[in-house]
């Protein structure tokens, strides 16, 4: 019987830097979306393009950024809001929300710590007064809704 020569020190870092790399690559592939900033995840991402509010993931809202939660109270509280663009009409023409007539929709900042113009967070909300309410961490590139 052949006798397998031993395995060098460096040829078995070799693998397991390979197994490693791969298996990074899987969990970046498939682990589920982490919010920046938090360090856990909020919530999965809504399908791109569905369009029905029952198919949205959704977030509670005591897991949002705290500076959410505050542009949820200055909502409720009719504001004042912190940028004029606060309370204008969202059009939702990525069609990722339920279609609605124009003026349905409403969008609010939300301040992200670090940015240094108005960032990317929004809340937007539905009805007047707003009985819908949708979190988008990605300037609308996809939402979750809120449970309140």
């Known amino acids: 019987m052949a006798r397998r020569p031993p395995r060098t ?17 899987a969990w970046g592939r498939f682990a589920p979306p982490i919010s920046e ?19 949205l993931a959704t977030v ?3 897991d949002l950024p705290a500076s959410a939660q505050q542009t949820l109270e ?9 940028y004029e663009q ?6 939702n023409r990525e069609g990722l929300l339920p279609d609605r007539e124009t003026g349905y929709y409403r969008e609010y900042t939300v301040r992200k710590p670090g940015e240094d113009d ?12 707003a009985q819908e309410f949708y979190w988008t961490e990605d300037h609308y590139q996809s ?6």
Not at 14 to 24: E, F, I, Q, S, Y
Not at 37 to 55: C, D, H, V, W, Y
């Open 118 to 129: 108005r960032g990317p967070w929004r809340i937007v909300t539905g009805g007047d007064p």
């Open 37 to 55: 900033g938090l360090g856990n995840p909020i919530g999965t991402r809504a399908p791109a393009a569905t369009g029905a509010a029952s198919e």
């Open 74 to 82: 200055l909502i409720d509280a009719g504001g004042p809001y912190p």
């Open 9 to 25: 020190v460096s040829a078995v870092l070799g693998t397991l830097l390979v197994v490693l790399v791969l298996g990074l690559i």
């Open 86 to 91: 606060d309370g204008s009409v969202f059009g």
């Open 143 to 148: 939402f979750l809704g809120i449970l309140r």
């Open 60 to 62: 509670g809202e005591a």
